[in-house]
């Protein structure tokens, strides 16, 4: 429940259905997943965040700053999370 794993992705152009996966095999499953995209809140492809609600996981797009305050304010509620962030 609380790992914490390295992400093979330098910006938001890397990320996709491959580079999500490691959020899918997730154990117990995750619940939503916040993603902090760097300086600002860069846009996914739609198919993308579909493929993981079609997953049973919600996914939440932010700058990285507001993305982890999310992810703590998430995880204080005692909900399934996880945080993949870039740097800003």
Do not use: Y
């Amino acid at each position: 429940p609380r790992s914490i794993l390295q992400w093979n992705v330098g910006s938001h152009r890397d990320i996709s259905h491959e580079s999500l996966s490691l959020f899918r095999l997730l154990e117990p499953q995750i619940e939503i997943l916040v993603l902090g995209t760097g300086d600002k809140v860069e846009r996914l492809h739609p198919a993308t965040l579909k493929q993981m609600r079609e997953c049973g996981i919600a996914v939440e797009v932010q700058d990285t700053a507001n993305a982890c305050a999310t992810f703590n304010f998430l995880m204080n509620e005692r909900r399934m999370v996880a945080a993949g962030l870039i740097p800003p």
